[in-house]
């Protein structure tokens, strides 16, 4: 796991190279979710938008709503710890769009509760 150090990243490197060429969506999906939570803990916010937004695009190409709305939320979390509310605002909602239209309830009440708490924050 990326957080042993540079020998894991460069294992992840790896992996999402051989996913990449093996056309092998899933398995890059979860790694950009995986480099991209390794970011997040890290603080590496704009680093870890631009590998959840990766994620997300896989997502949609691969018609898993689900994943695609969790990686909108998690982009949501990275851009308002950045100090972006409102762009994080339109993240929530593409979240809860998508939850909605699945009918996933975890998820439209995680995109509900963190549209609610930013807009809050923007008044």
Not at 17 to 24: E, I, P, T, V
Not at 30 to 43: G, L, N, S, V
């Amino acid at each position: 796991h990326l957080k042993q150090g540079p020998q894991a990243e460069q294992f992840y490197k790896k992996a999402l190279s051989l996913a990449s060429n093996q056309n092998n969506w899933f398995a890059l999906m979860d790694i950009y979710r995986d480099f991209a939570a390794h970011y997040e803990q890290e603080k590496e916010f704009d680093e870890a938008l631009t590998l959840w937004t990766r994620s997300a695009h896989v997502a949609e190409d691969l018609a898993d709503d689900a994943a695609a709305a969790n990686a909108f939320i998690s982009m949501g979390k990275c851009v308002e710890l950045n100090g972006d509310k409102p762009r994080a605002l339109v993240y929530y909602k593409n979240a809860l769009e998508l939850a909605s239209a699945i009918n996933d309830s975890d998820i439209k009440a995680e995109a509900l509760s963190r549209l609610i708490a930013s807009h809050s924050a923007l008044e």
